[in-house]
């Protein structure tokens, strides 16, 4: 028998061939159903792609935002006559009140007029006296004016009622007080700075209606026609006169901690300006940038996340000593001076309009490694490359502004250590009051640093005749070295230690100044010296004279500063002399390694200077202002920052200041210049100092520190 397929297969009956015939068709549905989904999907990728690559700079660059600002500026009408130096404050009904002012004849007025929410104006009554450059704010729904003046200063505190502009006496400030900036915060107003009639002044004044005035802070200086303006919670003082000109400072007072502290500058310097707040960021409109005049039409923008100040637009004209308010979500900037010297009388709507621009964003990896070549070409590679873990916090670093991190003070006057923030906040202090009541405390610490590890801190109690370490967690502080309270010579004593710096083997190395001899101690032991008790003569490394620097380098020499002569001495680690130069400069004083046979060198005189020099003494950068707000006394240590900046202890201008090179200019700032005092934001004699980086959330992160 044959095989036979047909009378082998099997009989199908109609019903189910019909059956399979659906289930085929509903594959087929199936199939087409997914083909479609998968061309959706494909157009919707593509389409994302394309979107994506629009707004970046090149196809896969990620793409990030920025925010630009631009301002829309309309004329909105005018007021009954040319006006300037008004006082201007919101009725909170939209719309404003002027209050006195300079009239087109030059002379003081006592009028009140009104600025209608669309634009028109019009008398509304007088004031009991005719004054200028006072200033005003709402509070609680009534209007007070604060001081002004006209031939001579006036104290008083006006209460004006928004609905019916009637006007009475309300309080005093303690002296006459014009050209003041003022700002209310909650239900307390700010009176900053101003003129008494014979001088500047540096104070800030709390007033509340019912609470009377209070003094709660002084500025770094005193300072008259400074922009003042409340944001989230602090005022931002901005630029003014002082006496030593205009002044560009962004200056910030806490009232929660009472500090005030230069956290930013103005593109220019700026005085005669108005500042307001809309939106979250404050605006300075117009100004001058002399005392007597160059009017500027500029309208800077400060943001207050960073303290960053941006020009963003410009009026029509310039124009300075304007009346400027919010009302209805604008700004309205009323009369003013223009750059001919005569009031005006237009009335300008500004509107900031703030969008968020799509631009593309540099990659993480190409972020990290132009952030490490600066670091390089500031000496930090090598301390970096042997402690990876602080690379990220350091790259960090080399991007943001001013201070870019943390900073260590010593500040030798009070007898304490602090860390502060880039905005002026103390986050961390030696000693506590508990610490003073355990008898945890220092005497005339001198330079402090961060030991490797970041567990404790190194200080050399100068004129006590001791190097101490400091528990940061503990609190708890050790002799390291010497006698407390005695100096001495030989091999346990010292004669006020200068510089000591941790090292990574357990030991320290300090300058033992009067000695004249340089120490490497571990385990309370001279393990090794350059140099001879009681022999003071100049030739290194055998014999020195009065030492105050004795810098670790980056190969495991050491960088000497002599005082007698001006030396600065270059030793090997095998303990060779390199180079030995004179400084040009009055008084050298802790000496700094940089890259590039270079040494950065504070002058410990008045006029102080800091100087970067190379091995042959010759200046490759200096600052050193002769005089005014700028200038420095008896400066005795400069660091520079993973940013480039220089921070410099200015000791007896009770400051520590960070300067950037580029424009030598002072960015930032902690202590009021020349007022030493124990309060937030006082210093007293500040002598040393160390850079602290950020952490990954923010936080001080003390084991990250490296010393390059």
Same mark, same amino acid.
């Given at each position: 028998?044959?095989?036979?397929?047909?009378?082998?297969?099997?009989?199908?009956?109609?019903?189910r061939?019909?059956?399979?015939?659906?289930?085929r068709?509903?594959?087929?549905?199936?199939?087409?159903?997914?083909?479609r989904?998968?061309?959706?999907?494909?157009?919707a990728?593509?389409?994302?792609t394309?979107?994506?690559?629009?707004?970046?700079?090149?196809?896969?660059?990620?793409?990030?935002t920025?925010?630009?600002?631009?301002?829309?500026?309309?004329?909105?009408?005018?007021?009954?006559?040319?006006?300037?130096?008004?006082?201007?404050?919101?009725?909170?009904r939209?719309?404003?009140?002027?209050?006195?002012?300079?009239?087109?004849?030059?002379?003081?007025?006592?009028?009140?007029?009104e600025?209608?929410?669309?634009?028109?104006?019009?008398?509304?009554?007088?004031?009991?006296?005719?004054?200028h450059?006072?200033?005003?704010?709402?509070l609680?729904?009534?209007?007070?004016?604060?001081?002004?003046g006209?031939?001579?200063?006036?104290?008083?505190?006006?209460?004006v009622?928004?609905?019916?502009?009637?006007?009475?006496?309300? &309080?005093? =400030?303690?002296? @006459?007080? $014009? !050209?003041?900036? #003022? /700002?209310?915060? %909650?239900?307390?107003?700010?009176?900053v *700075? +101003?003129?008494?009639?014979?001088?500047?002044?540096?104070?800030?004044?709390?007033?509340?209606?019912?609470?009377?005035?209070h003094?709660?802070?002084?500025?770094?200086?005193?300072?008259?026609y400074?922009?003042?303006?409340?944001v989230?919670?602090?005022?931002?003082?901005?630029?003014?006169?002082?006496?030593?000109?205009?002044?560009?400072?962004i200056w910030?007072?806490?009232p929660a901690?009472?500090?005030?502290v230069?956290?930013?500058?103005l593109?220019?310097?700026?005085?005669?300006?108005?500042?307001v707040t809309?939106?979250?960021?404050?605006?300075?409109?117009?100004?001058?940038?002399?005392i007597?005049?160059?009017?500027?039409a500029?309208?800077?923008?400060?943001?207050?996340?960073?303290?960053?100040?941006?020009?963003? &637009?410009? =009026?029509?004209? @310039?124009? $300075? !000593?304007?009346a #400027? /308010?919010?009302? %209805?979500?604008?700004?309205?900037?009323? *009369? +003013?001076?223009a750059?001919?010297?005569?009031?005006?009388n237009?009335?300008?709507?500004?509107?900031?309009?703030?969008?968020?621009v799509?631009?593309?964003?540099?990659?993480?990896?190409?972020?990290?490694?132009?952030?490490?070549?600066?670091?390089?070409a500031?000496?930090?590679?090598?301390?970096?490359?042997?402690?990876?873990?602080?690379?990220?916090?350091?790259?960090?670093?080399?991007?943001?502004?001013?201070?870019?991190?943390?900073?260590?003070?010593?500040?030798?006057g009070?007898?304490?250590?602090?860390?502060?923030?880039?905005q002026?906040?103390?986050?961390?202090?030696?000693?506590?009051?508990?610490d003073?009541?355990?008898?945890?405390?220092?005497h005339?610490?001198d330079?402090?640093?961060v030991?490797p590890?970041?567990?404790s =801190?190194?200080a050399?109690?100068?004129d006590?005749?001791?190097?101490?370490?400091?528990?940061?967690?503990?609190?708890?502080?050790?002799?390291?070295?010497?006698?407390?309270?005695?100096?001495?010579?030989?091999?346990?004593?010292?004669?006020?230690p200068?510089?000591?710096?941790?090292?990574?083997?357990?030991?320290?190395?300090?300058?033992?100044?009067?000695?004249?001899?340089?120490?490497?101690?571990?385990?309370?032991?001279?393990?090794?010296?350059?140099g001879s008790?009681?022999?003071?003569?100049?030739?290194?490394?055998r014999?020195?004279?009065?030492?105050n620097?004795?810098?670790?380098?980056?190969?495991?020499?050491?960088l000497?500063?002599?005082?007698?002569?001006l030396?600065?001495?270059?030793?090997?680690?095998?303990?060779?002399?390199?180079w030995?130069?004179?400084?040009?400069?009055?008084?050298?004083?802790d000496?700094q390694?940089?890259?590039?046979?270079?040494?950065?060198?504070?002058?410990?005189?008045?006029?102080?200077?800091?100087?970067?020099?190379?091995s042959r003494?010759?200046?490759?950068?200096?600052y050193?202002?002769?005089?005014?707000?700028?200038?420095?006394?008896?400066?005795?240590?400069a660091?520079?920052?993973?940013?480039?900046?220089?921070?410099?202890n200015?000791?007896?201008?009770?400051?520590?200041?960070?300067?950037?090179?580029r424009?030598?200019?002072?960015?930032?700032q902690?202590?009021?210049?020349?007022?030493?005092?124990?309060?937030?934001?006082?210093?007293?004699?500040?002598?040393?100092?160390?850079?602290?980086?950020?952490?990954?959330?923010g936080?001080?992160?003390?084991a990250?520190?490296?010393?390059p």
């Open positions: 028998m044959t095989d036979s397929p047909a009378s082998d297969a099997p009989v199908v009956s109609p019903g061939r019909r059956e399979a015939d659906r289930q068709r509903r594959a087929r549905a199936r199939r087409r159903a997914r083909a989904l998968a061309l959706v999907l494909l157009a990728a593509a389409a994302i394309f979107v994506l690559s629009r707004g970046a700079s090149q196809p896969g660059v990620p793409t990030t920025r925010t630009e600002i631009s301002i829309r500026v309309a004329r909105i009408g005018r007021l009954p006559a040319a006006l300037q130096d008004a006082a201007v404050a919101a009725t909170g939209g719309s404003l009140l002027l209050m006195g002012g300079i009239d087109a004849a030059g002379s003081s007025t006592a009028g009140i007029v600025i209608a929410p669309g634009g028109s104006s019009s008398s509304r009554g007088q004031l009991p006296d005719v004054q450059d006072a200033q005003a704010t709402l609680a729904g009534q209007i007070y004016v604060f001081g002004g006209d031939i001579a200063s006036y104290p008083h505190i006006l209460r009622v928004p609905a019916s502009a009637a006007v009475q006496t309300a &309080g005093e =400030l303690a002296r @006459p007080q $014009s !050209d003041v900036g #003022v /700002a209310s915060i %909650g239900s307390t107003a700010y009176v *700075g +101003g003129f008494d009639g014979v001088a500047p002044l540096d104070t800030i004044v709390s007033w509340r209606p019912g609470a009377g005035r003094y709660v802070a002084r500025l770094p200086f005193a300072v008259r400074a922009a003042v303006a409340a989230g919670g602090r005022l931002l003082i901005a630029g003014g006169t002082g006496v030593d000109g205009v002044s560009d400072a910030s007072y806490d901690d009472g500090a005030v230069q956290v930013g500058v593109p220019q310097a700026l005085t005669h300006a108005s500042a809309l939106g979250g960021r404050v605006y300075l409109i117009g100004g001058r940038r002399k007597g005049g160059d009017q500027t500029e309208i800077v923008e400060i943001d207050p996340r960073s303290d960053q100040a941006t020009v963003v &637009g410009t =009026l029509p004209a @310039p124009l $300075s !000593d304007a #400027v /308010a919010l009302a %209805g979500g604008r700004i309205v900037v009323a *009369g +003013g001076e750059s001919a010297g005569v009031p005006q237009a009335i300008l709507s500004l509107t900031p309009l703030v969008r968020r799509a631009v593309g964003a540099v990659r993480p990896a190409a972020a990290s490694r132009a952030a490490f070549a600066a670091l390089s500031r000496g930090f590679a090598a301390a970096l490359r042997a402690h990876p873990s602080s690379i990220a916090a350091y790259e960090a670093a080399a991007t943001r502004p001013g201070l870019p991190g943390y900073l260590l003070i010593a500040d030798r009070n007898n304490r250590i602090l860390v502060v923030d880039p002026g906040n103390i986050v961390w202090r030696f000693p506590t009051p508990a003073v009541a355990a008898g945890r405390v220092l005339f610490n330079d402090t640093f030991e590890g970041g567990r =801190l190194i050399n109690e100068e006590y005749g001791d190097v101490v370490s400091v528990g940061i967690r503990s609190h708890r502080i050790t002799v390291l070295f010497g006698h407390p309270g005695v100096l001495g010579g030989g091999p346990t004593h010292l004669n006020y200068d510089d000591a710096y941790a090292l990574g083997d357990g030991g320290f190395t300090v300058a033992d100044a009067y000695n004249c001899r340089i120490l490497f101690v571990r385990d309370h032991a001279i393990v090794r010296q350059y008790s009681g022999d003071c003569a100049h030739d290194p490394p014999t020195f004279g009065a030492v620097g004795d810098t670790p380098t980056p190969d495991g020499g050491v000497v500063s002599e005082i007698p002569g030396w600065v001495d270059s030793i090997a680690a095998d303990g060779r002399l390199r030995s130069v004179q400084a040009p400069l009055a008084y050298p004083s000496p390694p940089l890259p590039g046979d270079r040494v950065l060198l504070a002058d410990y005189s008045s006029p102080g200077h800091v100087v970067v020099m190379n003494g010759t200046t490759l950068w200096r050193g202002p002769a005089s005014g707000q700028a200038a420095l006394d008896h400066p005795s240590l660091l520079e920052l993973p940013n480039g900046d220089i921070a410099v200015d000791d007896y201008r009770d400051r520590v200041v960070v300067i950037d090179p424009t030598d200019e002072i960015v930032w902690y202590g009021h210049t020349d007022e030493g005092g124990t309060a937030p934001g006082y210093l007293h004699i500040p002598d040393g100092m160390d850079f602290i980086p950020a952490g990954p959330h936080g001080i992160d003390w990250a520190v490296v010393h």
